[in-house]
């Protein structure tokens, strides 16, 4: 398992098909796992970003109705929380009354997505058997892939992070070059330096509420011809 994980590219590729690629691993090489998904929290709102199985789509989207049950509490908590008998578990109440009858769920394994010392998801897993996930090998394993799914999602919001950056900087540039167009265009018509231009395009920006670059691309234009 840890070899075919270690061949899933991050780089280039979309989030949702990374993680799309480790739950599949994941569902065939944790011991006891017939189905696999991820969650993840963003602004405290769950929702599952990949699974393999229906099952696992099913039993997590119980717990959003809900409100509560182990793969959310185990993203929220930043804690591993096991299941090895629906039939008698009692902390989530509501769920575990219908998990079993409406996904065919009787044990679970929802492990904690480790990233930068918070918690930003789980990796579930889940079987129709009673203790599927009891043996050490399905935690170690379980732990294993989440410390892969963490990667690759901070592969991907390092990405981001990267992209917006890029595209704020172009705005500054473009901001700045037209601010620049507009003082020219002042220090022509009203025989002003630059620095009283500028002055200008900043009152201007006071008087009406608007940002400085929006008065400067007005100047810039009024003086294209039509």
């Known amino acids: 398992m840890l070899r075919e994980l270690s061949r899933v590219a991050l780089v280039g590729r979309t989030l949702d098909d990374v993680l799309t690629d480790i739950t599949r691993i994941a569902a065939s090489g944790i011991p006891g796992a017939e189905a696999t998904s991820i969650t993840l929290l963003r602004n405290d709102k769950a929702f599952t970003a990949a699974y393999h199985g229906e099952m696992a789509l099913a039993a997590d989207e119980l717990q959003y109705e809900k409100g509560y049950g182990p793969c959310m ?3 929220r908590g930043g804690v ?3 299941v090895d008998d629906m ?3 009692e902390r989530w109440p509501d769920y ?3 998990v079993r009858a409406a996904t065919g769920v009787r044990s679970s394994l929802s492990v904690p997505l480790p990233y930068q010392g918070v918690s930003i998801g789980a ?3 889940y079987s129709s058997e009673v203790a599927a996930f009891a043996s050490p090998e399905s935690l ?3 732990l294993e892939v989440a410390e892969v799914v963490a990667v690759a999602v901070a592969n991907a919001d390092a990405h981001w992070q990267l992209g917006e950056q890029a595209r704020n900087m172009r705005i500054a540039i473009d901001s700045r070059a037209v601010i620049e167009q507009a003082k020219g265009v002042l220090m022509a018509q009203r025989h002003v330096d630059a620095e009283q231009a500028f002055e200008i395009l900043r009152e201007a ?3 009406y509420n608007r940002k ?8 810039v234009e009024g003086t294209q011809p039509r």
């Open 73 to 75: 509490d185990a993203g």
């Open 140 to 142: 170690k394993a379980g």
């Open 96 to 98: 575990v009354a219908n």
């Open 205 to 207: 920006s006071q008087r």
């Open 212 to 219: 400085l670059r929006e008065i400067a691309q007005g100047i």
């Open 123 to 125: 990796l579930n897993n």
């Open 87 to 89: 039939d008698d578990e």
């Open 80 to 82: 591993l929380l096991r």
